[in-house]
C-alpha cells in the first residue's frame, strides 16, 4: 500500500480514468454491434458517423491503437458500402 499522501491520490485518480475509459470504450463496441446489425443503408451511414468519431476520440485519448482505430473504421466502411 502507498504511503505518500500524492501516491494515494494518483491511486484514486487512475482508479476514477480506468472507470472512464472502460465505459467509453464499450459504448463504442456497443455502437459498432449496433452498425453492424443494421439493415437500412441510410440508417448505417448516420450511425457511420457517429462510430467514426467515438473510434477516433478513443484513439486520440490512447483508449485503443491508430491502427485499429483505422482497422476498425475500414471495416466499417466497407460494411455499409456493401448495403
Known sequence: MANHKSALKRIRSNNAKKLRNKYQHKTTRTF???????????????????????????????????NKAANNKSSLQKFVNAL
Open 32 to 66: 459498432i454491434k449496433r452498425l453492424r446489425s443494421s439493415t437500412d443503408k441510410m440508417e448505417a451511414q448516420e450511425l457511420f458517423k457517429t462510430v467514426a468519431s467515438m473510434i477516433d476520440k478513443l484513439a486520440k485519448r490512447n483508449i485503443i491503437h491508430k
